[in-house]
Every structure is written in structure tokens, then in C-alpha cells.
């Protein structure tokens, strides 16, 4: 089955620098996703990228796909204390309607 | 933006008891979900939902678990004969199509004691 992998697990950094999260994943997939999740809190949608993208862009977000190396990367540029939050990536396959959530990066920017 | 709606916000119950998740999804999607989070674990799957018809289960999704879509707007997840492992954050989700982007509500989280 398919599992999701993040790293780092956790990450610390001061506001106005970029934060970098990675993710791998197993097999043959549709879309990755990346949500956020402040502490429990729901999680919230922040890009999709299909598997034929290779990159996808959304204001401070830049996500990367690699679909030769089952792996993906959430780039958050200028990052703001409120971006402090744990972000899961997660991905579909086809013919299947689940998603299939990574381990998550926990985040933590100080001001 | 349109929003996925869950109550209550936490429950408490006894081992043993029943115990029923309310969701109000979004009002034209067509695909419902439920995920669990055990605390400090990963989002997990347990069922899929369309067209009034469970499309997809995990194997957490056992007899123990049901799904309803009663009236039309509500989704809900009953759990009967709850067990201390069923404590946990649990999530209700919404897309308008397969491998579109799902929206979460802010969860239950259940503690069973």
C-alpha cells in the first residue's frame, strides 16, 4: 500500500526564512496534496498537484513533484510565525477514492 | 469559502457505549469521508461514501463501524461498543469529484474512558 513519508519531522526557523518539507511515497499515485494542520485543529487544503505537474505554484507555496523518484516538496518562502503548523502531504491513486496521509512535518517559526 | 461542519467538537463516553459523529458537508459534494488521527499518529482512512453507498473502506472500518447519510445533509459515523483505541480525533471530509481536493471539518475528538 501506499505510505507517505515526510521529512524532517520537525523543523525550526525564524520568520523571513524558507522552509523546505519533503515527502516520498511508495507507489503509482494521481494527485499529491499538502495540508496544514495547526495543533488540533482540522486539517486545511493547500495545493494539489496532479501526477502529469511538475511544479506548482500558490503566493508564498511552491510545490515540486517527482514522479521518477515517488517524491514531492513543500517550499514555503518568507515564512511568518502563523505558518507554525504541522503539513501533511497526501496522495490518491486510481480507482481509489482514499487518501493516504505522510507521517507530517511539524513546523515552527519564531518570530 | 464553504465549510465542513462537525459535531460535537469533543465527546466523552464509556467504553462499551455508542457513540454517533455528526458532518454537515459541503452542500454539492458528492464524495464523503471519515478519517481518524490518533494522537501524535498519522491521518488514517476509514470509509468513503457515494452515492449512498460505501465506495471504499479500510480494514479499521470493521462491524464496529457504520456510515449514514440519514437525510440528505448529514453524514454521520456511528460506533458501537466503543473501545479505549477508538479515542481519537475523528474527521469528516468533502469533494465535489474523485481526486479533487477534499475539505476537511475540525474534527470530534472522542475520548473513550
Known amino acids: 500500500s501506499q505510505q507517505g513519508e515526510e521529512d524532517p519531522q520537525a523543523l525550526s526557523i525564524q520568520e523571513g526564512e524558507n522552509a523546505t518539507m519533503n515527502c516520498s511515497y511508495k507507489t503509482s499515485i494521481n494527485n499529491l496534496q499538502w495540508y496544514r494542520q495547526n495543533s488540533g485543529r482540522g486539517l486545511v487544503h493547500l495545493i494539489l498537484?496532479?501526477?502529469?505537474?511538475r511544479e506548482k505554484h500558490s503566493g508564498r507555496l511552491r510545490v515540486t513533484l517527482d514522479t521518477s523518484k515517488k517524491s514531492s516538496s513543500l517550499l514555503i518562502t518568507a515564512s511568518r510565525a502563523a505558518d507554525t503548523a504541522s503539513y501533511f502531504c497526501?496522495?490518491?491513486?486510481?480507482?481509489?477514492?482514499?487518501?493516504?496521509f505522510g507521517t507530517g512535518t511539524r513546523l515552527q517559526v519564531f518570530p | 469559502e464553504p465549510e465542513v461542519t462537525q459535531t460535537p467538537s469533543h465527546q466523552v463516553t464509556q467504553m462499551g457505549q455508542e457513540v454517533i459523529l455528526r458532518c454537515v458537508p459541503i452542500?454539492?459534494?458528492?464524495?464523503f469521508y471519515w478519517y481518524r488521527q490518533i494522537l501524535g499518529q498519522k491521518v488514517e482512512f476509514l470509509v468513503s461514501f457515494y452515492n449512498n453507498e460505501i465506495s471504499e473502506k479500510s480494514e479499521i472500518f470493521d462491524d464496529q463501524f457504520s456510515v449514514e447519510r440519514p437525510d440528505g445533509s448529514n453524514f454521520t459515523l456511528k460506533i458501537r461498543s466503543t473501545k479505549l483505541e477508538d479515542s481519537a480525533m475523528y474527521f469528516c471530509?468533502?469533494?465535489?469529484?474523485?481526486?479533487?481536493?477534499?475539505?476537511f471539518g475540525q474534527g470530534t475528538r472522542l475520548t473513550v474512558v
Open positions: 498537484i496532479r501526477s502529469n505537474e
Open positions: 497526501a496522495t490518491d491513486g486510481y480507482n481509489t477514492d482514499k487518501l493516504i
Open positions: 471530509a468533502s469533494s465535489s469529484g474523485r481526486g479533487l481536493k477534499a475539505f
Open positions: 452542500s454539492n459534494h458528492l464524495y
